[in-house]
């Protein structure tokens, strides 16, 4: 057991596209370092936050790491507090996960100076507690992916249930960041209580078709099913020159594009690195005739989630 360790949580892509609230998958390239350190005091307390977004709450009750971490201290029973440090890759309000990598880099690095063996399946409502700090209620999407990593579905809640999604190989995800923020809020606001059931049971063949083509290596079968009828046309208005943005991508042979979460980034799924290069040029050059900046990368869907990285793991 640790005094103090620091943990990399990754990006993450909640709902891709036809999993609203149950599917979400982890990012490469960016993530938060999270640092947890063990304090004579029985408190729960933010040390620094530093990296791209130095403005987070520091109140306890309102930090969705330290929310998370007082819940995993509760659990452990430890009359010794925490101390937790932020330094943050991730830009808040872009739809990868921020406020959820923040939690899950929190409650990894406090099982290093806790005792007992922690599970991801065991510090799962524990990160969950601090994403509803940021969103409003307990949403897997973004979480489980971030503590997991791959491409995960969540079935069900009371117990975790989390269905690991295979993805073919040759997947690589162009990443469009407009340099905006929509708060999660905001961006769950805008939705509609009920749907047509028409809709429903047309997102569900989308959502059934995903994954057999995941399961199958079919990317066509990928292409045709990577569609959003439910959360899409309620949120798009949000992204300005979104509808050219998805074209652009689209006419790049994309197998598919939509809202990275809550958005504004824009993800589409591509076959191999070639296609995703050109999917990436043709979405910035989209939003730049929109005279919107942008930030953009490519990233497999890595199988790693969250994991220490000080002190380095024995094995590594």
Known sequence: MEREATAF?????GNVAVGYDILGSALAGLGDRVTVRRLEAPTVRIGTI?????????????NTATVALSSLRDAAGVEYGLEVSIEKGIPLGSGLGGSAASAVGAVVAGAAVLPGQWSPVALLPHALAGEAVASGARHPDNVVPCLFGGLQLTRAMEPPDVVPIPVPDRIRCALVRPKRSI??????????DALPLADAVRQT???GAFVAGCYRNDLSLIGRALRDLIVEPHRASLVPGFADVQAAALDADALGCSLSGAGPTLFAWCNGTSSAKRVRTAMVDAFDRHDIDTEAWLSPVPSDGARIVSPAPIDS
């Open 183 to 192: 708060p999660t809020q905001k961006a769950r606001a805008c939705l509609p």
């Open 50 to 62: 530093t990296g791209r977004v130095t403005t987070l709450p520091t109140a306890p009750d309102k």
């Open 9 to 13: 949580a990754p990006a993450s892509m």
């Open 205 to 207: 063949a989308h959502l």
